[in-house]
């Protein structure tokens, strides 16, 4: 919804998005006053995706959904970047050519982090898992 908003209305929504990555990356306390008014949807959001991936570590979901947000208020704030970066081969205002990326990219990763069962990612499978290590040195 956030991208067809973007997409679809009008200046007023692309000055919402700039403002709202900025505030995503600032520590400063109005920022955080400011967006722990969305903290109660981050956590419906963690348990519905909660409900489709059962088996995903909470810790996993958080991850996910930060590298989600990063992605996101990127993408929406259009700074002209990726234009410059890619030659103008991309342009960060194509949000019918981000959208359908983005969700492929995002899914893919919430997938992928929340398989990895009790491993860290990039951790060996044939290796001992941690919660086998983590019995070991508590007894």
Same mark, same amino acid.
């Given at each position: 919804?956030?991208l067809e908003?973007?997409?679809?209305?009008? @200046?007023?929504w *692309?000055?919402?998005?700039?403002? %709202? #990555?900025?505030?995503?990356?600032d520590?400063?306390? @109005?920022?955080?006053? %400011?967006?722990?008014?969305f903290?109660?949807?981050?956590?419906?959001? %963690? #348990?519905?995706?909660?409900?489709?991936?059962?088996?995903a570590?909470?810790?996993?979901l958080?991850?996910?959904?930060?590298?989600?947000?990063g992605?996101?208020?990127?993408?929406?704030?259009?700074? !002209?970047?990726?234009?410059r970066v890619?030659? !103008?081969?991309?342009?960060?205002?194509?949000?019918?050519? %981000?959208?359908?990326?983005m969700v492929?990219?995002?899914?893919?990763?919430?997938?992928?982090?929340?398989?990895?069962?009790?491993?860290l990612?990039?951790? *060996?499978?044939? !290796? &001992?898992?941690?919660?086998?290590s983590?019995?070991? &040195?508590?007894t």
């Open positions: 919804p956030l908003r973007a997409r679809n209305g009008d @200046v007023g *692309k000055n919402y998005f700039r403002l %709202i #990555a900025l505030v995503n990356n520590a400063s306390h @109005v920022a955080l006053s %400011i967006m722990s008014y903290d109660p949807l981050v956590h419906r959001m %963690i #348990a519905v995706v909660k409900r489709a991936l059962p088996n570590r909470e810790e996993e958080f991850w996910c959904f930060h590298f989600l947000t992605s996101l208020t990127l993408a929406l704030s259009r700074t !002209g970047r990726l234009d890619s030659g !103008g081969l991309c342009r960060s205002d194509d949000l019918a050519s %981000i959208e359908p990326r492929e990219y995002c899914a893919a990763g919430f997938r992928s982090l929340c398989a990895q069962g009790d491993r990612p990039g951790e *060996k499978t044939s !290796g &001992t898992s941690r919660a086998a983590r019995s070991r &040195t508590s």
